[in-house]
């Protein structure tokens, strides 16, 4: 199995998850209508890391937590 090195954090992620918080930030900034250069879509990106980093490693909790997340400016 390929790893990932997140160079700013440390953490190793395998192949398959870089590719499942992909397609999660993916279906989030098509939901919200987000440019996926935006200052919002890079605030999600940032919130799956962390979050994975914490242990949140399910595809539905990380969704769940998309879904719910603050986004700038609101």
């Known amino acids: 199995?390929?790893?990932l090195h997140y160079s700013m954090c440390g953490a190793v992620l395998s192949s398959e998850h870089v590719s499942m918080m992909r397609g999660?930030?993916?279906?989030?900034?098509?939901?919200?209508?987000?440019?996926?250069?935006?200052?919002?879509?890079?605030?999600a990106a940032r919130g799956l890391l962390w979050w994975y980093q914490n242990g949140v490693t399910e595809?539905?909790?990380?969704?769940?937590?998309?879904?719910?997340?603050?986004?700038?400016?609101?």
């Open 1 to 3: 199995m390929m790893k």
């Open 24 to 43: 999660l930030l993916k279906e989030h900034c098509e939901n919200r209508q987000y440019d996926r250069q935006s200052a919002e879509a890079e605030d």
């Open 59 to 74: 595809q539905e909790r990380l969704r769940h937590l998309l879904a719910i997340s603050v986004v700038r400016g609101s």
